[in-house]
């Protein structure tokens, strides 16, 4: 008998089948230039004929540094249909950082957005000498201009070389509890990530799909699935409110994602009430948990659009809340981060790996097929985020009996405070109930009484006053004495890491610096 070979599509036949079934559609719009489905299936197959003349193939990686654009997307396309993998760089990251990942990904060559990255693409090639390739998009003094090259190159078809267990995408982590790391997902493993987006999310039939937040990330795991409905991507670089929603209105959007922060500076531009959203039938939200309180303002004020996504760097994505869950007669389903999609098997389990009762506390432990192969030249911390067979996320959650998770916070957040677990999500939501404030971070400061002290940060929302006793009363009554905050400051805005969450590592080394200078 035969062996059988159980693999799904590679990434790159995803694209090229996407991309060849619409030539004449719309494929991206970006700065108000369009390109058909043929246009960029021709610039793939382009690109994969400059990437060979270079002498790059299998087991080459590229970094790409890019703001959000079509040609960038293409490309990254183009190396993984060649069996090159690719990492993409943070837009928002610092030098070091992206040096860092190009290093320690080992990488062989790197793409420069010359339009957006011009000074920062030179910075990278001044500290990277043992880099064989760089190309650029767009003329730079560095580099080679891949857009001149692949123009002069010919029309060349595109082809899929790679093989399901190749080396696909290098995803590094947001380091938000510890040093980034790099994770790796074969072909397999990631192209099961679109066909799961297809399965669970609600996608209009004919997506005309915003991208805002940096396609590096999330965002850009809903291209591929829009392009395999036929769908247009509209690419915006960087969030502006009233460009945001005058796009909406003016281009149909029926689709997009937003993380929280986002949502909460939409909810409070004066354009918001004047612009006709009546197009948008999904609004994604994730990346960090959204108030209540500004998710039943959305709701009554944009719409019953919203589906909250869940998942990680290591697996994505792993639940969603649709659009039928956001029921302002069931609020408390706001708290819960959704369903288990259908490819994700979960557990919750204890610190001994063992599974808990319905509605306890535990680790929210996955196994699925798009899941990461392993975290890159770490096999210690592979081990361990395999542990017992499944995939660890850190977070710690309940379920419900119907099989609802609820987040409570992640791991290494869980404050210990006179004896009392407290999970910083559970105050958050309380402060958050408040009308006047706008959003809140709570994280665990030393206290030489309570080992641990609870400590609020706060922002007020436009022409609000708050007071500190007032919101630590309320905090008291909503959760008890246990969760009230020992402290509350009232900030201006709150730190954010590169991917839109709440910068926690960088509140608690504030609190923990200050606490080290008065003991000294």
């Known amino acids: 008998m035969s062996d059988v070979i159980h693999h799904g599509p590679t990434v790159g036949a995803q694209v090229i089948r996407a991309l060849a079934r619409y030539p004449d559609r719309i494929a991206f719009v970006s700065d108000g230039r369009s390109i058909t489905y043929g246009a960029a299936l021709d610039f793939v197959g382009r690109a994969q004929a400059v990437f ?38 943070h837009p928002l990251g610092s030098l070091e950082d992206q040096v860092e990942q190009i290093v320690d ?74 040093k980034s790391k790099g994770a790796l997902r074969n072909h397999a493993q990631n192209a099961g990530y679109s066909t799961a987006i297809l399965a669970d999310f609600e996608l209009p039939m004919a997506p005309r799909y915003l991208v805002i937040a940096p396609m590096s990330h999330v965002a850009g795991t ?5 392009l395999m409905q036929g769908g247009t991507v509209y690419l915006m670089k960087g969030f502006d409110p009233a460009a945001t929603l005058s796009t909406i209105a003016r281009e149909k959007i029926n689709f997009t994602l937003l993380v929280p922060t986002m949502i ?44 909250q996504l869940y998942g990680q760097t290591e697996c994505y994505p792993i639940s969603v809340l649709r659009k039928a869950d956001h029921d302002k007669a069931r609020p408390e389903l706001f708290a819960s981060c959704g369903f288990p999609i259908s490819s994700v098997a979960v557990r ?11 509605g306890e506390a535990g680790e929210i432990c996955v196994r699925a097929g798009h899941a990461v192969g392993s975290y890159w030249k770490r096999p210690e911390q592979t081990a361990e985020l395999f542990r017992s067979g499944w995939l660890h996320t850190g977070d710690i959650a309940r379920m419900d009996e119907r099989g609802y998770m609820y987040i409570l916070d992640r791991k290494k957040d869980m404050i210990v405070s ?24 709570v994280v665990g400061a030393p206290d030489p009484k309570w080992g641990e002290a609870v400590v609020a940060m706060v922002v007020a929302r436009p022409g609000a006053r708050l007071h500190a006793e007032e919101l630590t009363q309320l905090v008291k009554a909503r959760k008890g004495a246990a ?33 080290a200078r008065q003991v000294g």
Not at 106 to 121: K, M, N, P, Y
Not at 274 to 299: F, H, K, N, V, W
Not at 348 to 358: M, N, Y
């Open 105 to 178: 990904g080992e990488c062989t060559a790197v793409l420069i957005d010359a339009d957006s990255f011009l000074v920062r693409g030179g910075e990278i090639f001044a500290r990277t000498p043992d880099l064989k390739h760089v190309f650029t998009l767009g003329r730079a003094e560095y580099g080679v201009n891949l857009l001149a090259v692949c123009e002069n190159v010919g029309a060349s078809r595109a082809l899929d070389v790679a093989r399901p267990d190749d080396i696909a995408i290098l995803n590094y982590t947001g380091g938000t509890t510890g």
């Open 264 to 307: 909460y500076v939409l909810l409070d531009h004066p354009d918001l009430e004047r612009t006709d959203l009546s197009s948008l039938e999904l609004l994604l939200y994730g990346a960090s948990p959204m108030s209540p309180t500004r998710l039943i303002e959305g709701l009554e004020r944009i719409g019953p659009v919203f589906s």
């Open 222 to 226: 809903k291209i591929l699935p829009t």
């Open 418 to 441: 006179g004896g009392f677990n407290i999970y910083p999500r559970d105050v958050e939501d309380a402060l958050s109930t408040h009308p006047g404030v706008a959003a809140a971070a």
């Open 483 to 515: 969760h009230a905050p020992k402290r509350v400051e009232i900030v201006e805005a709150l730190p954010m890491t590169a991917v839109g969450k709440v910068d926690k590592k960088a509140l608690r080394a504030k609190l923990w610096e200050g606490q």
């Open 348 to 358: 919750i389990l204890d610190d001994k790996d063992e599974e808990v009762a319905p």
């Open 52 to 89: 060979a003349s270079q002498g790059l193939g299998r087991g080459d990686r590229l970094a790409i540094l890019t703001a959000n654009r079509a040609d960038a997307w293409c490309v990254g396309a183009a190396a993984q249909a060649s069996a090159m993998s690719i990492t993409w760089l």
